[in-house]
């Protein structure tokens, strides 16, 4: 079984930065995919960053320039490092993993394919205030 754990979110002021975590654990893990995604109350989930195991990320534009996803494969850790944060930023923010077996099939080259993921964190809460 595969657990994903997110950290590192909080309450800024506009123009502040954060930098989420996201550890992966489970046995002879491995997968080619992993993206962040948040969703705001009354708002429906959303792609922010995606990275696949050559490092090749895509983003959504509303975070381009801002915010960069990153990866440490020797801890299994996931970063998403977020600067100029702005309010419309506040959200719940997940982070999800792809099955390695699924990467045949929806590959990783964008950031908002939530049916690409099988593994979903708990979500870590990002408030940016102005």
């Known amino acids: 079984q595969v657990q994903l754990v997110e950290s590192g979110g909080g309450s800024v002021q506009a123009g502040g930065s954060l930098r989420l975590s996201c550890a992966a654990f489970?046995?002879?893990?491995?997968?080619?995919?992993m993206g962040w995604f948040r969703q705001a109350p009354g708002k429906e989930r959303e792609g922010v960053a995606s990275?696949?195991?050559?490092?090749?990320?895509t983003y959504a534009e509303s975070v381009k320039g801002r915010f960069t996803i990153s990866q440490d494969n020797a801890k299994n850790m996931l970063y998403l490092q977020m600067n100029s944060l702005k309010p419309e930023d506040t959200a719940m923010y997940y982070c999800?993993?792809?099955?390695?077996?699924?990467?045949?099939?929806?590959?990783?080259?964008?950031?908002?394919?939530?049916?690409?993921?099988?593994?979903w964190g708990q979500g870590t809460q990002v408030t940016v205030s102005s």
């Open positions: 999800a993993a792809q099955r390695q077996e699924d990467f045949a099939r929806w590959g990783c080259n964008y950031y908002n394919e939530l049916r690409q993921y099988s593994y």
């Open positions: 489970g046995y002879f893990w491995y997968t080619n995919c």
């Open positions: 990275i696949d195991s050559d490092a090749t990320t």
